[in-house]
C-alpha cells in the first residue's frame, strides 16, 4: 500500500509532452523494462525490455546494453531530451546502469 502512494507522488510531478516525453523505468525481479512516453497523446512511443537481450552477463550488464538501445531507438525518432521517471525505485544499481548509459549514448535527461 505504501508503495502505490508513493508512486502517485512522483508520477504527479513527472509528466511528458510531445517536445519532451517521460522515459519510465519498471524493474521486475528478472527484467527491466522501459518506455518512452508522450502523456499528451496518452502514446508510447518507444518501449524496449531487457527479454530482448541475448547477451550473456548479469541484469546491471544487460540494463546498460537496454539503455543503449534505448537510446538509439529514442535517436532514430529524433527524440533528444526526455523526462527521467524512475517511478519507486532508487536511483542506484539496475536503474542508474540504464540512466547512464542512456546518457553516454546521447540522450539529454
Keep these: 500500500m505504501k508503495k502505490l502512494k508513493l508512486r502517485k507522488k512522483i508520477r504527479s510531478k513527472i ?3 510531445a517536445t519532451r516525453p517521460r ?9 527491466v523494462y522501459a518506455q518512452i512516453i508522450d502523456d499528451e497523446k496518452g ?18 550488464q544487460k540494463a546498460v546494453i537496454l539503455g543503449e538501445q534505448l537510446a538509439e531507438k529514442a535517436l ?3 527524440i ?17 546502469a ?5 546518457r553516454k549514448k546521447g540522450l539529454i535527461f
Design 15 to 17: 509528466s511528458g509532452t
Design 23 to 31: 522515459l519510465n523505468i519498471f524493474k521486475s525481479n528478472k527484467y
Design 43 to 60: 502514446h508510447t512511443l518507444i518501449g524496449i525490455s531487457q527479454k530482448s537481450i541475448k547477451d550473456k552477463g548479469n541484469k546491471t
Design 76 to 78: 532514430e525518432k529524433k
Design 80 to 96: 533528444k531530451k526526455v523526462v527521467f521517471d524512475r517511478g519507486i525505485y532508487r536511483y542506484h544499481g539496475r536503474i542508474k
Design 98 to 102: 540504464l540512466a547512464d548509459a542512456a
